[in-house]
């Protein structure tokens, strides 16, 4: 149980174009979902939190126009990034929690490398 | 600032001994802890959760929570090259977790 899916599993786009990432709860509805972003070799940073049906929280520094979080159903959250820039490339990882208590579980990642 | 912190390592063991990781946290709200392990490359597994102060065993993993002393460790019985990961330290507080920055663990062969 508690399995988290995310797609695409990696992704190449040209700087400036919009990518958009996919995170499903597969058997569990989530209530929260959590998107991150992790650099090589450094920690997991938490970018935003979404409630179904909310707007996203986002964190201290992270541009909310141009990271576009959607949490339309209780198993889909959708991350898209725009105007990407190299810069932009990184993990991206997202997680669900069912809200019963503090543990999420977390999808397998998109790698996200922008030329 | 609500911080949970772990030693980044690298934790190097020999295969079959004991690996005994540590973290500590600094808010006395936290109510729930949870440990994950990360490959190179791959996103946190969920390992082990604690919600009360003691040992918890599950395998080869125990985890211990001494809320007192703001204390959470994971041991690893057994230690096998596999287990060479990232591990991290995670903290329930008001609806969110706090990770750690991870601790590198190398089982060494």
């Known amino acids: 149980g508690a399995v988290v899916s995310q797609h695409p599993s990696r992704v190449i786009c040209k700087s400036g174009t919009s990518v958009k990432i996919e995170c499903r709860s597969l058997?569990?509805?989530?209530?929260?979902m959590f998107w991150y972003r992790q650099f090589p070799k450094q920690s997991l940073m938490l970018m935003a939190t979404?409630?179904?049906?909310?707007?996203?929280?986002?964190e201290q520094g992270v541009e909310k126009d141009k990271f576009l979080i959607n949490h339309a159903s209780l198993t889909l959250s959708t991350l898209t990034v725009t105007s990407a820039h190299p810069e932009d490339s990184s993990f991206y990882i997202c997680?669900?929690?069912?809200?019963?208590?503090?543990?999420?579980?977390f999808g397998p990642g998109t790698r996200l490398t922008v030329t | 600032q609500k911080e949970v912190e772990q030693n980044s390592g690298p934790l190097s063991v020999p295969e079959g001994a004991i690996a005994s990781l540590n973290c500590t946290y600094s808010?006395?709200?936290?109510?729930?802890f949870f440990w994950y392990r990360q490959y190179s490359g791959k996103s946190p597994e969920l390992i082990m959760s604690?919600?009360?102060?003691g040992d918890k065993e599950d395998g080869r993993f125990t985890a211990q929570l001494n809320k007192a002393s703001q204390y959470v460790s994971l041991l690893i019985r057994d230690s096998q090259p596999s287990d060479s990961a990232t591990y991290l330290c995670?903290?329930?507080?008001?609806?969110?977790?706090?990770f750690g920055k991870g601790t590198k663990l190398s089982v060494k062969p």
């Open positions: 997680s669900a929690s069912t809200g019963l208590g503090y543990e999420q579980y």
């Open positions: 058997d569990f509805q989530a209530t929260t």
């Open positions: 979404s409630n179904e049906g909310s707007k996203a929280t986002y």
């Open positions: 808010d006395r709200g936290s109510q729930s």
């Open positions: 604690i919600y009360s102060n």
């Open positions: 995670a903290g329930g507080s008001q609806g969110n977790l706090i």
